[in-house]
Nanobody, 123 residues
Framework: VQLQAFGGGLVQAGDSLRLSCAAA????????MGWFRQASGREREFVAA????????AYADSVKGRFTISRDNAKNTVYLQMNSLKPEDTAVYYC?????????????????WGQGTELTVSS
């Protein structure tokens, strides 16, 4: 599956933003999806994951309660709603897909990656 993430930008602390990841393929509903981020000079880290139907989700502790992952299988799109943004959320955000049931929280478990969209949160 090919993925394209978009929606990043420059925002202020406390703002909200929604990232989207569009997938090309007819079996999107059979992919577990995830969002990761990578700040400058740091390793890629898990942000959120969602299962096939959206009924199962997982979040990193650093974003729990502020970020919400969701998906629309009819539109082949996964979203990341980000509220109460902080400067430490600044990073390039990547979406990822794995052709499997469940939720996955490590980069190595995903088979396909989007190109990333950059988010900068100013204080």
């Amino acid at each position: 599956v090919q993925l394209q993430a978009f929606g990043g930008g420059l925002v202020q602390a406390g703002d909200s933003l929604r990232l989207s990841c569009a997938a090309a393929g007819r079996t999107f509903s059979s992919y577990a999806m995830g969002w990761f981020r990578q700040a400058s000079g740091r390793e890629r880290e898990f942000v959120a994951a969602i299962g096939w139907t959206g009924g199962s989700t997982a979040y990193a502790d650093s974003v729990k309660g502020r970020f919400t992952i969701s998906r629309d299988n009819a539109k082949n799109t996964v979203y990341l709603q980000m509220n109460s943004l902080k400067p430490e959320d600044t990073a390039v955000y990547y979406c990822a897909a794995r052709y499997a049931w469940g939720t996955y929280t490590t980069p190595g478990e995903y088979h396909s990656w989007g190109q990333g969209t950059e988010l900068t949160v100013s204080s």
